[in-house]
């Protein structure tokens, strides 16, 4: 089974940039579709963005297209979240995501990071 490590969050102004980073071990991430979903205190878990083995096979929430880019390295096992133009909206705690199969809807992940929390100051 794959093990999943966020880092990158913090404390940033609103305007301002972070990458996020998800390093994989156990298994290689090229098996997975993969991608990040966000909760903030009182909601709902909800999906941002995820990516699969083809470059061009990525997708995003509304709320973060043309702000946020999803990539990764197989080579590194790691995946990352590129955030640009952070909103106070945007604060939450974020988690990476693995699902084996061909969408990455919240029933299908199959393996989650431990969280990294993003605050975004107004």
């Not at 990539?71 to 939450?92: C, F, G, I």
């Amino acid at each position: 089974q794959v093990q999943l490590v966020e880092s990158g969050g913090g404390l940033v102004q609103a305007g301002g940039s972070l990458r996020l980073s998800c390093a994989g071990s156990g298994r290689t991430l090229s098996s997975y579709r993969m991608g990040w979903f966000r909760q903030a205190p009182g909601k709902e878990r909800e999906f941002v963005a995820a990516i699969s083995w083809t470059i061009s096979n990525t997708n995003y929430a509304d709320s973060v297209k043309g702000r946020f880019a999803i990539s990764r390295d197989n080579a590194k096992n790691t995946v990352y979240l590129q955030m640009n133009s952070l909103k106070p909206e945007d604060t939450a705690l974020y988690y990476c995501a693995a699902s084996a199969g061909n969408t990455l809807r919240l029933a299908d992940v199959v393996a989650w990071g431990q969280g990294t929390q993003v605050t975004v100051s107004s």
